[in-house]
């Protein structure tokens, strides 16, 4: 029988690999460079977690990998991880809940049953959370981070767009819908349908205009939250609300990043509670985020604020241009004229030398399957080695390790 894998399972060759481990590097150099520290959680989670959380709508349950924990009689459903930043709260109630910022960051894979099997039905990201801090500064300070590891990976041409979830759900509440209505309206919305908003009726005529307002407002339009602001029959927290955004969307002028506000752009904000970004390579969505000030409470701790992202590394591996031609340059092929157990002995200890240098050694005794600048040939008379540089079509004779190490890495005299 033939061997095929599960649909929606995909494997990862080696040039796929390079790209992925590519995306890493960058991110999380950046992530460390900013101060945020790298964590782990586990696959597996129970269930409740999620549920507890409000974040797994009725349409997503159906899409989770969900299972019981058998243990004795008893026992409870666990689930693939559907999310990477729920985990990460949970581990912050656990582990530092004491602590008064948390930076962390994580490189993660989550899981969605998808029916068709035409999709991934498991999917990376990487994630950035910043916990015990509500103050504008914080928002912005992930947007910029966001923004730094997208220039990092040499990507061009991004778009950012915002929009603000505490606005729009002030704004649904200042409509007086029944609560069965209101929760009905809110799925259909986190579904992406941002259409059933246009088919609502409410006693309050303003909520409803600001609503079709914010429907089609489209660029950056601080002059639109003014006006919204001015509505003479909305309540005080729909003004707080709309000055959190206009506070954050000033620090990114002043910090002179562009941006755009479009509402409808959010999709699936279940636990966010204030500021919504994404940014877009293309009509690629790469990045997405928030601020989620009632999660980590609502799965077991006290009320932190926080905000964070994700990296969605399976659409961002798609775009990055290879560092193939980096590594290639540092990159040795090692041969042997004749593979006596002397040479043999003399291309290990010269692999090694060249290893502890930084660079790349691969044996190409019989083949290589590697793309390299240079090529050592490993000469019968001991301590002589030829260096050819591919790239040049140089060839140059040398006596010691030492000698090839300084011309292949420029580093100077090295010690075996």
Same mark, same amino acid.
């Given at each position: 029988? !033939?061997?095929?894998?599960?649909?929606?399972?995909?494997?990862?060759?080696?040039?796929?690999?390079?790209?992925?481990?590519?995306?890493? /590097?960058?991110?999380?150099?950046?992530?460390?460079?900013?101060?945020?520290?790298?964590? *782990?959680?586990?696959?597996? /989670?129970?269930?409740?977690?999620?549920?507890?959380?409000?974040?797994?709508?009725?349409?997503?349950?159906?899409?989770?990998?969900?299972?019981?924990?058998?243990?004795?009689?008893?026992?409870?459903?666990?689930?693939?991880?559907?999310?990477?930043?729920?985990?990460?709260?949970?581990?912050?109630?656990?582990?530092?809940?004491?602590?008064?910022?948390?930076?962390?960051?994580?490189?993660?894979?989550?899981?969605?049953?998808?029916?068709? =099997?035409? !999709?991934?039905?498991?999917?990376?990201?990487?994630?950035?959370?910043?916990?015990?801090?509500?103050?504008?500064?914080?928002?912005?300070?992930?947007?910029?981070?966001?923004?730094?590891?997208?220039?990092?990976?040499?990507?061009?041409?991004?778009?950012?767009?915002?929009?603000?979830?505490?606005? #729009?759900? %002030?704004?649904?509440? /200042?409509?007086?819908?029944?609560?069965?209505?209101?929760?009905?309206?809110?799925?259909?919305?986190?579904?992406?349908?941002?259409?059933?908003?246009?088919?609502?009726?409410?006693?309050?005529?303003? %909520?409803?205009?600001?609503?079709?307002?914010?429907?089609?407002?489209?660029?950056?339009?601080?002059?639109?939250?003014?006006?919204?602001?001015?509505?003479?029959?909305?309540?005080?927290?729909? *003004? +707080?609300?709309?000055?959190?955004?206009?506070?954050?969307?000033? &620090?990114?002028?002043? #910090?002179?990043?562009?941006?755009?506000?479009?509402?409808?752009?959010?999709?699936?904000?279940?636990?966010?509670?204030?500021?919504?970004?994404?940014?877009?390579?293309?009509?690629?969505?790469?990045?997405?985020?928030?601020?989620?000030? +009632?999660?980590? =409470? &609502?799965?077991?701790?006290?009320?932190?604020?926080?905000?964070?992202?994700?990296?969605?590394?399976? /659409?961002?591996?798609?775009?990055?241009?290879?560092?193939?031609?980096?590594?290639?340059?540092?990159?040795?092929?090692?041969?042997?004229?004749?593979?006596?157990?002397?040479?043999?002995?003399?291309?290990?200890?010269?692999?090694?030398?060249?290893?502890?240098?930084?660079?790349? %050694?691969?044996? %190409?005794?019989? =083949?290589?399957?590697?793309?390299?600048?240079? *090529?050592?040939?490993?000469?019968?008379?001991?301590?002589?080695?030829?260096?050819?540089?591919? =790239?040049?079509?140089?060839?140059? *004779?040398?006596?010691?390790? +030492?000698?090839?190490? +300084?011309?292949?890495?420029?580093?100077?005299?090295?010690?075996?």
């Amino acid at each position: 029988m !033939e061997t095929q894998k599960c649909k929606g399972a995909r494997d990862l060759l080696p040039q796929d690999m390079e790209r992925f481990r590519q995306v890493e /590097e960058a991110f999380l150099n950046s992530c460390l460079n900013w101060g945020y520290r790298e964590i *782990k959680t586990p696959t597996l /989670e129970y269930i409740h977690l999620f549920t507890q959380a409000g974040t797994l709508t009725p349409a997503m349950l159906g899409r989770v990998y969900s299972f019981l924990d058998w243990d004795g009689w008893g026992g409870e459903r666990v689930v693939l991880r559907p999310d990477g930043t729920i985990p990460t709260a949970r581990l912050y109630n656990e582990n530092m809940a004491g602590q008064k910022i948390s930076r962390l960051c994580y490189i993660t894979n989550i899981f969605a049953f998808e029916e068709t =099997g035409k !999709e991934n039905r498991e999917k990376w990201q990487c994630g950035v959370e910043l916990l015990g801090d509500s103050d504008p500064t914080s928002d912005a300070e992930i947007i910029a981070l966001a923004l730094q590891i997208v220039k990092s990976l040499g990507i061009s041409r991004v778009e950012l767009k915002l929009s603000h979830a505490g606005i #729009l759900k %002030a704004l649904i509440e /200042e409509m007086k819908l029944k609560a069965e209505a209101r929760e009905a309206l809110l799925d259909e919305i986190l579904d992406g349908n941002w259409q059933a908003l246009a088919g609502v009726k409410s006693t309050n005529k303003d %909520a409803a205009a600001a609503v079709a307002a914010l429907m089609k407002l489209k660029g950056k339009s601080s002059g639109f939250l003014a006006n919204l602001k001015s509505l003479p029959s909305i309540s005080r927290n729909l *003004k +707080n609300e709309i000055d959190k955004f206009a506070s954050v969307s000033g &620090l990114l002028d002043t #910090l002179g990043y562009s941006y755009s506000i479009d509402f409808t752009s959010i999709k699936g904000f279940e636990y966010y509670t204030g500021l919504c970004f994404k940014i877009l390579s293309g009509n690629k969505k790469i990045c997405s985020g928030g601020r989620y000030d +009632n999660l980590v =409470g &609502l799965v077991g701790g006290k009320k932190t604020p926080a905000c964070g992202f994700a990296f969605l590394l399976d /659409e961002v591996v798609q775009i990055v241009k290879p560092w193939s031609r980096r590594k290639a340059d540092k990159t040795v092929l090692i041969q042997a004229v004749d593979r006596t157990p002397a040479a043999v002995k003399a291309s290990f200890e010269l692999a090694g030398a060249l290893r502890r240098a930084g660079l790349v %050694a691969e044996f %190409a005794f019989r =083949g290589s399957q590697m793309a390299a600048r240079w *090529k050592i040939t490993v000469q019968d008379k001991p301590g002589a080695y030829v260096i050819d540089d591919q =790239g040049k079509d140089v060839q140059t *004779k040398v006596k010691s390790a +030492n000698d090839v190490i +300084n011309i292949v890495g420029g580093f100077g005299k090295v010690g075996k």
